[in-house]
């Protein structure tokens, strides 16, 4: 006796990609968050090869703080950013943060100057 299966026709060989389970997962999780007034990261996601590092400004109730955050993998780092920074305010933020750093560690202006290579 045979039984037929519920499934008049094969799996298909080709299934649909994760990044679909994971993009649904990410939005699902962001909505959460934003319900819990968590405090997100307006600015850009790396990849350094072993791991995402998201790196922006978090704003919190008295103000805001520049911060790079090592995520193990894309959807966490996707998790934290509340909008994507374009990429001319984020050379120009990071340039920014790096003089502020240079300063605060005592380096003179020619010194901070060739440092960043101009």
């Given at each position: 006796?045979?039984?037929?299966?519920f499934r008049?026709?094969?799996?298909?060989?080709?299934?649909?990609?994760?990044?679909?389970?994971?993009d649904?997962?990410?939005?699902q999780?962001?909505?959460?968050?934003k319900?819990?007034?968590?405090?997100?990261?307006?600015g850009?996601?790396?990849?350094?090869?072993?791991n995402f590092?998201?790196?922006?400004?978090?704003?919190?109730?008295?103000?805001?703080?520049?911060?790079?955050?090592p995520?193990?993998?894309?959807?966490t780092a996707?998790?934290?950013?509340?909008?994507v920074?374009?990429?001319?305010?984020?050379?120009a933020?990071?340039?920014r943060q790096?003089?502020?750093?240079?300063?605060?560690?005592?380096?003179?202006?020619?010194?901070?100057?060739?440092?960043l290579g101009y």
């Amino acid at each position: 006796m045979s039984t037929k299966s519920f499934r008049s026709q094969p799996l298909p060989s080709v299934s649909r990609p994760l990044s679909c389970a994971t993009d649904f997962w990410v939005a699902q999780q962001k909505r959460q968050q934003k319900r819990q007034e968590q405090s997100l990261v307006w600015g850009r996601i790396q990849d350094n090869g072993c791991n995402f590092i998201v790196e922006g400004w978090r704003f919190w109730e008295n103000g805001a703080t520049w911060v790079k955050i090592p995520c193990q993998n894309l959807p966490t780092a996707q998790l934290l950013l509340c909008s994507v920074m374009n990429k001319q305010s984020f050379k120009a933020e990071q340039l920014r943060q790096a003089w502020d750093k240079m300063e605060r560690d005592g380096k003179s202006y020619n010194e901070i100057i060739e440092k960043l290579g101009y």
